[in-house]
């Protein structure tokens, strides 16, 4: 069962910045790390029910607009390469990408940001305790 549509990113979240066409895709990239962070607890909620499911699904609709625009800085970076400098002797080249990476996250900030994300929105809910 889907948290998250593309229909509630876009009128109820307010989201603008992922095409519909690759919201599934970054919807489930999305759900697979809060389900990590949560230790699988949202499979338990009714969100039918639950009182904190519009947090959750906000939760889920900001992770996956920061992945959606990591994988855009990352595309960018490596379809316009510029050559800066080049060696010919066992290839060596430098490409010039004008700043953009300096805005990619290594692995480890984008964990952090995904999981200060989950914080934000889900610490009140004992979503992330790890007690019983």
Same mark, same amino acid.
């Given at each position: 069962?889907?948290? /998250?549509? &593309?229909?509630?990113?876009? $009128?109820?979240?307010?989201?603008?910045? #992922?095409p519909?066409? &690759?919201?599934?895709?970054?919807?489930?990239?999305?759900?697979?790390?809060?389900?990590? %962070?949560?230790?699988?607890?949202?499979?338990?909620?009714?969100?039918? =029910?639950?009182?904190?499911? =519009?947090?959750?699904? $906000?939760? #889920?609709?900001?992770?996956?607009?920061? +992945?959606?625009?990591? @994988?855009? +800085?990352?595309?960018?970076?490596? $379809? $316009?390469?510029? #050559?800066?400098?080049? &060696? /010919? @002797?066992?290839?060596?080249?430098?490409?010039?990408?004008?700043g953009?990476?300096?805005?990619?996250?290594?692995?480890?900030?984008?964990?952090?940001r995904c999981?200060?994300?989950?914080?934000?929105? +889900?610490?009140?809910?004992?979503?992330? %305790?790890?007690?019983i």
């Amino acid at each position: 069962m889907q948290l /998250v549509d &593309a229909t509630y990113y876009k $009128n109820d979240f307010k989201g603008s910045c #992922i095409p519909v066409s &690759a919201f599934d895709y970054y919807y489930k990239k999305s759900i697979s790390r809060l389900n990590y %962070y949560t230790f699988n607890r949202l499979k338990d909620i009714d969100m039918s =029910n639950y009182q904190f499911s =519009n947090d959750i699904k $906000n939760c #889920i609709c900001e992770i996956s607009e920061l +992945l959606f625009k990591q @994988g855009t +800085l990352k595309d960018k970076v490596i $379809n $316009n390469k510029i #050559i800066q400098s080049e &060696a /010919v @002797g066992k290839h060596s080249a430098t490409y010039n990408t004008s700043g953009i990476d300096k805005e990619i996250l290594s692995d480890e900030e984008l964990e952090e940001r995904c999981y200060e994300i989950c914080k934000i929105n +889900l610490f009140h809910t004992h979503l992330l %305790y790890r007690g019983i």
